[in-house]
């Protein structure tokens, strides 16, 4: 009942996430023509494949393997569209379908991209059940990485070394600075103390099942462009989701539902203008729906500061069986 209840919160959140719904449904209105069969993987809620349908889609199939396919179904039926919208709740991989897709739609993205470990389902999509000469929405993603300062970031890890309440809390912050941050802070460009670089790009018509299975790997040099605090390395996607339409969460675009994503540091190192800052990220794909993560940052010549989300799913396999 929690797990369900926590999906259901989740898609309120992205259903009140207009960027996101117009940006789709923009590209949908261009993308989908009359007559079309859509395939709508992990279709959540179902918004995605009633644009389908506004756009004149003859068939939607609505893939969806989790318990809000209930709720899509009712949605669809609110809306009169359950003759041209077939709910399907299951896996991907176990599905058939009767015709193959025109267009597949697919809102896949993490806070930069791959991270939510769904590439590999759209490209087994896009193998199994697109037409030759189909589209698919988006068509390319691509993820990129700056080095930034965040306030929010500094004073908590702070609270935790300040000995709250007389009590040493200091491991909450060693632990903290293991874990990436997906958050809703205010931050903006002129927190950026280097321009962003270029992670990694995929281009959802060529990129292949090995290529989506095996971890992403980032090795970036950046020079600092003005001097301040670096507390974290911060990761977004900017989408193309075709006919000119895009998608994006980068730091200074308009707000999202994803917020931004956050590598962060043990404690703010300060940086000089010019200072070379140095740095590896590496997602790798665990579960459905998860990836692992390892970073590392070094500034100049000083240490390198590595974290690794891998050790601790270890341990808590180990633990759970």
Known sequence: MVEAYARLEMHRWML???VRNEAYRQAIMKVVRPGDTVLD???GSGILSLFAVQAGAAKVYAVERTDIAAVA???IERNGFSDRISVIQNDLEEINLPDKADVIISEWMGGFGVDENMLAPLVIARDRFMKPGGKIIP????ALLAPMWV???DDGLQHWRSQPHGVDLSVISELSADETVMTQWRVTPDDLLAPPQLMWSHDAYTSTLEEADRPFVAKLAFTATRGGGLSAMAAWFDADLGEGV???NAVGAPDTHWGRYLFPLNRTIEVRPG?????????EPSAPGCCEMYWSVQVDDGPVEQHDTRPRRAAAIARDG
């Open 275 to 283: 200072a070379s800052i140095q740095a590896e990220i590496r997602c």
């Open 16 to 18: 009140r996430d207009n």
């Open 139 to 142: 068509g390319r993603v691509t």
């Open 73 to 75: 179904r009712k949605i």
């Open 41 to 43: 993987m992990g279709a």
């Open 246 to 248: 895009s998608l994006t």
């Open 151 to 153: 306030v929010e970031l």
